[in-house]
């Protein structure tokens, strides 16, 4: 099991800035890969970022690629998402998830064993 809490949303103009943290807890964190996805309202959920076990490889989706970047330190079990040059099309409620499958592409929901609660993001114009 992994539990995971969200924390960082808020409110922020255009432009700005943001960095959302998950805090992972239940198991050797080494042995989990993580991503981010986010959920607008009447949208499905969508992909935003993945990192592997060891943190050597990551993953975008090409709306953030560029101004997002996930990262992890598993001495602090946390996972970051620094989010740069917001849009409002980057408004959603953003979830982290974890998984412990191996060959996972990291790129579908499906993959994803644990899910946080959500953090809300809204970004002004």
Do not use: H
């Not at 998950?22 to 970022?49: H, I, M, N, Y």
């Not at 946390?78 to 099309?89: A, D, G, H, I």
């Amino acid at each position: 099991q992994v539990q995971l809490v969200e924390s960082g949303g808020g409110l922020v103009q255009a432009g700005g800035s943001l960095r959302l943290s998950c805090a992972a807890s239940g198991r050797t964190l080494s042995d989990v890969a993580f991503g981010w996805f986010r959920q607008a309202p009447g949208k499905e959920r969508e992909f935003v970022a993945a990192i592997r076990r060891s943190g050597g490889s990551t993953y975008y989706a090409g709306s953030v690629k560029g101004r997002f970047t996930i990262s992890r330190d598993n001495a602090k079990n946390t996972v970051y998402l620094q989010m740069n040059s917001l849009k409002p099309e980057d408004t959603a409620v953003y979830y982290c998830a974890a998984t412990t499958r191996l060959w996972a592409s990291l790129l579908a929901a499906a993959e994803y064993d644990y899910w946080g609660q959500g953090t809300q993001v809204t970004v002004s114009s």
